[in-house]
């Protein structure tokens, strides 16, 4: 895939799902950090880059290379490509390839995309553009983990609001691309009672009757560490059940005696290493935090030729 324009990136992130608006508002300031200014977006202060500045000529054009440092999961090609076409689209003609795409395994070696453009422009995009596409690998590739660790069951590794600021919509899209479900965006996108909501009214069935009334049409699900709360709130009308810190044989009771009922959900001290005798249970989700809240990047560098 070649691009030589921001336009056709901009397509490209609205053909995979990503906001190109909120992207836009997560790469100024992910450049306002790096550059001391607003970047390049518009409304900017155009940062500079003293080191570039003072070494490499203003007209000088360079040739990049993004390499995988090791093997992992792709996740963030066109944010990468994006960053890129941001900075260096103002400056003078550019072409940006990219040879691997996302949810492609790759080992150390592999290019997975070539830009060219004004030199001094690429070394201000490099440093944003790998920090996001390595993130997203990163997430993308523990989320594969998971996934294989459940392989032969229905199983679905699922993730949480456990996300770095500013930047879930990247990390939930890695998720998807590393073979994961979403659960909600936000607080405001569907209702999750957890302890202290059962705590502040008293119960889980007043805790659920509560969030039903208020918002009807909303998605709810709700969290117990019982399978007497789960029995209790299943038969107040609940069809979406977290399993907090439950040992596997309660959760294989829980599916078992009111699977035909509802939605389970396994939670809370979860690891690689018992993954799949927990998916065993008959559980339909599997929450992990972990993938977006602490992932190891994917090593991935730039090699510039200028």
């Known amino acids: 895939m070649s691009y030589t324009?921001?336009?056709?990136?901009?397509e490209f992130l609205d053909e995979i799902g990503l906001d190109r608006g909120a992207l836009a508002l997560i790469v100024a300031e992910a450049l306002d950090e790096d550059l001391g200014g607003r970047g390049v977006l518009p409304g900017g202060g155009g940062g500079v880059d003293v080191t570039s500045v003072?070494?490499?000529p203003a007209d000088d054009v360079a040739r990049g290379e993004f390499v995988a440092r090791q093997a992992g999961v792709l996740a963030g090609m066109p944010v990468a490509a994006f960053v890129v076409a941001v900075v260096c689209g103002p400056e003078g003609e550019m072409e940006i390839d990219i040879h691997r795409p996302d949810g492609?395994?790759?080992v150390r070696g592999d290019v997975l995309m070539t830009v060219s453009g004004n030199a001094r422009a690429l070394l201000r995009a490099e440093r944003v553009a790998l920090n996001l596409l390595t993130l997203m690998s990163g997430v993308a590739t523990a989320t594969r983990e998971w996934v294989d660790a459940l392989a032969g069951t229905s199983t679905k590794i699922r993730d949480?609001?456990?996300?770095?600021?500013?930047?879930r919509m990247l990390q939930k899209y890695?998720?998807?691309v590393g073979g994961g479900v979403n659960h909600r965006m936000s607080l405001a996108d569907a209702a999750l009672i957890k302890d202290n909501h059962v705590i502040a009214v008293g119960g889980v069935v007043p805790a659920y009757r509560?969030?039903?009334e208020a918002f009807p049409t909303l998605e709810v699900e709700v969290e117990v560490t019982t399978i007497e709360q789960a029995r209790d709130v299943i038969a107040a009308g609940a069809t979406e059940i977290l399993l907090d810190n439950m040992t596997v044989e309660e959760m294989a009771q829980?599916?078992?005696e009111l699977g035909d009922r509802a939605t389970?959900?396994?939670?809370g001290g979860l690891t690689l290493a018992d993954a799949a005798e927990v998916a065993r249970t008959g559980v339909d989700f599997v929450a992990v935090g972990g993938i977006t809240h602490s992932p190891k990047i994917l090593d991935i560098a730039l090699d510039l030729t200028i």
């Open 54 to 56: 003072a070494t490499i």
């Open 104 to 106: 492609a395994t790759v």
């Open 264 to 267: 389970f959900e396994a939670s």
């Open 254 to 256: 829980a599916v078992a």
């Open 174 to 176: 890695a998720v998807r």
């Open 160 to 167: 949480s609001r456990k996300t770095a600021p500013g930047l």
């Open 5 to 10: 324009s921001l336009a056709e990136i901009e």
């Open 210 to 212: 509560a969030v039903r």
